[in-house]
């Protein structure tokens, strides 16, 4: 940057000079267009792709693309957004100037008609446009910005094409009631009962504790470096730990109809506890992910936005896709091999039993623990026969009912650990019925569902389906 | 991966357009297209961090060796995990050290005219990465940093970077704060094995790296494996590139293309066959249900394809 009389005016790598106050102006009006589209965008962010236009060349649409790629994106979902906003920017410069000429090329007046303001003005008329529109590319953007838009563009990722199971699949949306205080009471006493207590992991950093088993060298030499050497006092350290991390999936399709709002309430409520980091997703004929949406404080306008992002709410169920859709996409995303999984699913399923057990027994050892509920489980004489219940079985750590807040009350003790010793594996009491006819399940040996059966769970008595180890 | 080769490495400000990053990195060997030229040539100019994220293998890593190289400066890397702390990653004190001092001093009768300041200097200090990243070398040239798979690091350790990566300085309570003549470059990556934090990412420039296209994936594969014949590795990119479209739990990276490419050749193979492929699949894919899917039926329909297609 060369020195010129007017310090606003900056040299292009070309050569040719450019107003800076017309930079800035392009670049803050740039960014409201990206905000308005639904990326997170700060006034910082704007006055570097100011910066950076200065060292680009400006006629080169790939490489201001790409500038103002690095310095506007933040993740990889946002490049869409991003492309999208920035192709039209572009063609409106193209359209008012019709040499396609560099921006110095462009009238102030047009560029930024307040700029007598000065720096810092409002944005040009392109990101008026752009703006008012609420469309961008003929794609409708919320006009609100902020939260709602990022999470649809986070949702838009991972939705299947729309029209993949058309005529299968029973599309229905469903007009989310409130909660009945009744409802609502019961959800909040879970957090009650929960909070406190989740089961923890070591992790891998260490704090000083006078009871701890390990040595502390490194205090150590620091707390006897008075006595030179002579070791008076001794120190020990002990792993921290923390919280396990818990990812909920949620089957919401038309058979869990009745139930899923109670446990979505539930989910709300884990979410909304500081202490654990909770991911939660539904699915029916597919997976969508629903942690920010449920993070709203005002829930029943949450459980709303859930009934409004995913489609195929109360539709058909296909466990096995819906797993492997979350086993390939956001299992190392979220778990880490750390957490534990809570499956809420009655076990209808449409799709490949074959599948449902192949990709649970991935997701299981993915996984530190993997819970099933399952609303019917509490009927007596149940047993786990439907084709996606029976094939997942042999893969489960805890089997519990659910539908009933006695039963919740049951799961919280298993996410604290207390009774991890009396719990069992799914797949240690059970024999094998039909191992021949599945690959995929060897890890595990399989159980007749009869034996299952035998051990009876009743609603009063909510206990884990499992004979002793 | 073969020796950087003994290209010259270019003064610092002789990167000064994206172009020249490009031929620069080029004569390394390393090929990269013109987006992440330019978020390189950006992060440079405007003395930013660059986090790249992207599928494992798809040359992260490689980029912060070949920007040293280039750069002509040292390479620092911080392989970042859970409980990675301060005392890994910024300093700590030499103890033993310190002990033996403090022996030599009583035993030349000193120890009692010895002041703190005489075991706590700067000689008694391990500098670990991000502090040894805050020196620049004999050439007043500025290293770059690469803070390798940020993900792997807990939230607390996030936290202290941010601290680092605005101000470059680092305060040693019994030195006091030492600061950076000349911020490092700074490269970090992640894996997205989980999010990093917004905090972080608003103060670096951010960029995906895909995975390339198969011609620029093949000038890749002539230019890290320059012995293989042409035939061949058009054939591994190609198959390569078939297995990244197939429904894979994990699908290859540049580094398994590279690898497989390596293989081959020194099985003395000059073209890919069905039963080559079979055999030295585990190269390219490292899930045995990946393996079990590709190997024999399909391996040879993309041969047929390949053979048929191009």
């Known amino acids: 940057m060369t020195a010129s009389p007017d310090p606003a005016i900056v040299r292009s790598p070309s050569g040719g000079e450019v107003d800076g106050r017309l930079l800035l102006a392009e670049a803050v009006g740039f960014g409201r267009a990206l905000r308005s589209a639904g990326l997170s965008i700060d006034l910082a962010a704007a006055v570097d792709y100011a910066r950076a ?21 933040r993740r990889r979902d946002d490049r869409e957004v991003y492309d999208r906003v920035f192709e039209r920017w572009w063609r409106q410069r193209g359209r008012r100037l019709p040499n396609d000429g560099p921006l110095t090329a462009i009238q102030p007046d047009e560029m930024a008609p307040d700029d007598g303001d000065g720096i810092g003005a409002e944005e040009g008329e392109e990101g008026r446009e752009a703006v008012d529109g609420g469309m961008v590319d003929g794609i409708p953007m919320p006009l609100s910005g902020g939260d709602e838009s990022i999470d ?44 406190p207590r989740l089961e923890l992991r070591r992790t891998r950093r260490q704090e000083l504790h006078r009871h701890g088993r390990l040595l502390a060298p490194r205090a150590m030499f620091r707390r006897n470096i008075a006595t030179g050497g002579q070791f008076t006092e001794w120190v020990w350290r002990r792993p921290v730990k923390a919280p396990r991390k818990i990812v909920v999936i949620c089957d919401i399709s038309g058979s869990m109809e009745r139930h899923a709002r109670l446990l979505l309430r539930f989910i709300q409520a884990l979410s909304a506890s500081s202490a654990v980091k909770t991911e939660s997703f539904v699915f029916g004929t597919r997976l969508t992910r629903v942690t920010r949406l449920l993070r709203d404080r005002d829930r029943d306008r949450a459980l709303a936005r859930v009934a409004e992002s995913v489609n195929d709410w109360a539709g058909g169920t296909r466990i096995g896709e819906s797993f492997r859709d979350f086993n390939l996409h956001w299992a190392r995303r979220t778990l880490r091999s750390s957490g534990v999984v809570i499956v809420v699913s009655d076990g209808w399923d449409r799709g490949d039993p074959a599948l449902v057990a192949t990709e649970t027994a991935r997701l299981r050892r993915n996984c530190h623990r993997l819970v099933w509920l399952n609303p019917l489980a509490g009927t007596p004489g149940y047993e786990p026969l ?3 219940m029976r094939a997942a079985f042999p893969y489960i750590d805890d089997f519990l009912p659910a539908g009933t807040v006695a039963s919740l009350e049951r799961l919280g003790e298993i996410l604290s650990g207390v009774r991890s010793s009396d719990l069992r ?45 | 991966m073969p020796d950087p080769t003994p290209a010259q490495p270019v003064a610092a400000d002789a990167l000064d357009s994206i172009e020249s990053i490009q031929t620069s ?6 090929v990269c297209d013109r987006s992440l030229a330019t978020a390189t040539f950006l992060a440079l100019q405007l003395g930013r961090p660059l986090l790249l994220e992207g599928e494992a293998g798809v040359g992260k890593t490689e980029l912060a060796k070949v920007l040293a190289a280039s750069l002509g400066t040292r ?25 033996l001092e403090i022996r030599l001093l009583e035993a030349r009768g000193e ?43 807990d939230e607390e350790f996030e936290a202290y970077l941010l601290e680092i990566l605005s101000d470059f300085q680092v305060t040693v309570p019994e030195i006091g704060t030492i600061k950076a003549d000349r911020p490092p470059r700074v490269i970090l990556t992640s894996n997205r094995t989980r999010e990093v934090h917004d905090a972080l990412k608003r103060r670096c420039l951010y960029h995906w790296i895909d995975y390339p296209s198969a011609q620029k994936e093949l000038e890749i594969v002539s230019a890290r494996v320059p012995e293989a014949p042409e035939r061949l590795a058009r054939e591994v990119v190609d198959f390569v590139h078939r297995l990244r479209e197939a429904d894979l739990t994990k699908v290859p990276g540049i580094a398994e293309t590279l690898d497989w490419a390596a293989a081959l050749l020194s099985l003395g193979a000059r073209e890919l066959a069905p039963e080559l492929v079979d055999e030295t699949l585990g190269v390219v894919l490292k899930y045995e249900e990946d393996i079990r899917r590709v190997r024999g039926e399909t391996s040879r329909r993309y041969l047929a394809e390949a053979a048929a297609g191009s």
């Open chain 1, 53 to 73: 236009l200065t060292l680009v060349e400006l006629g080169e649409r790939d490489t201001v693309r790409a500038a103002g790629s690095a310095v506007f994106v």
């Open chain 1, 386 to 388: 439907a084709g996606g």
């Open chain 2, 111 to 153: 120890a009692t005219s010895a002041n703190a300041h005489d075991i706590f200097g700067p000689e008694f200090l391990i500098r670990r990465p991000l502090l040894q990243a805050l020196e620049s070398d004999e050439a007043g040239q500025p290293p770059v940093l690469l803070i390798d798979e940020i993900d792997r690091a």
């Open chain 1, 425 to 469: 594996r799914g797949g240690e009491a059970a024999a094998s019925a039909d191992a021949g006819a599945r690959a995929g399940a060897t890890i595990r040996e399989l159980a007749p569902p009869a034996a299952i059966g035998a051990d009876r769970v009743s609603p009063t008595d909510a206990r884990p389906l499992r004979t002793p180890r």
């Open chain 2, 75 to 99: 390479l620092i890397r911080l392989q970042c995990y859970e409980g990675l702390d301060v005392n890994a990653a910024v300093y700590e004190w030499n103890y033993p050290r310190q002990m």
């Open chain 1, 152 to 195: 649809e563009a986070d949702i838009d990722g991972h939705i299947a094409a729309p029209d993949a199971y058309s005529a299968a699949e029973a599309l229905r949306r469903r007009e989310f009631d409130r909660m009945t205080a009744a409802e609502l009471r019961d959800a909040e006493r879970l957090v009650d009962l929960l909070e």
């Open chain 2, 25 to 30: 990195f080029r004569e390394r060997d390393y």
